[in-house]
């Protein structure tokens, strides 16, 4: 990563997470945590103090905002992805081995952007893409969920990434997943549903789906 002479500053590079006033500030203090490039830091494993809230959210469509301005940079937002965690609060955090400050959620921390199908049947897999880089196979340790959006009466479907965070699946992938649904018996219930590495995952009663089809 290249240096950044605003990093170094006492108000940003030694300033805490919570303090920093700057993108660069921020920035140099996570580098140091997320071992940039090399995937996602083991923040599971830390036990920081919390040390109140950052100016810092993501809205509904995965635009990452700090301070009220949009972050441009997509490397910037992938490292500071790597240090997200949800804790059992329901709430969002940034997390380095030192502190821990809260940020925004609106809906989803990520974005599912594309998809791939691969093998068919019992065999299918189910692979999705994140706006920030992830690659998540469904099945057991990566489950897929689908909830009721009340307010248009569709349908939101959800893909667990790593921890608690998921990627809301955005809706152009959704009409290609369900074109791999199938209507499948479960507990008794005719099901649409889609498949993954020996997984089921309903969508909707198969009743449901031919009378809004209708």
Known sequence: MTKDTDAETPSSAEAGLAESRDTAGLEALISRAARAGKGPAPVERWN?????????????DGTW???????GRMPLVQLFSSVLRKDEDGKTYLVTPVEKVGIRVVDAPFIAVEMDVSGAGHDQVITFRT??????AVGPDRPLRFVDEDETGGLKPYVLVRGRLEALVA????????EHGEEIEIDGTVMFAVRSKGEVYPIMPA???????A
């Not at 809706?171 to 369900?178: A, I, Q």
């Not at 009743?207 to 089809?213: F, Y």
């Open 171 to 178: 809706r152009p992938v959704m009409y290609e997943l369900v």
């Open 65 to 71: 905002f700090y301070l009220g301005t949009p972050i």
């Open 131 to 136: 706006n920030v880089g992830d690659v998540v």
């Open 48 to 60: 920081p103090d919390f040390c109140g809230d950052l100016d810092m959210e993501i809205r509904a």
């Open 207 to 213: 009743d449901k789906l031919k009378r809004l089809s």
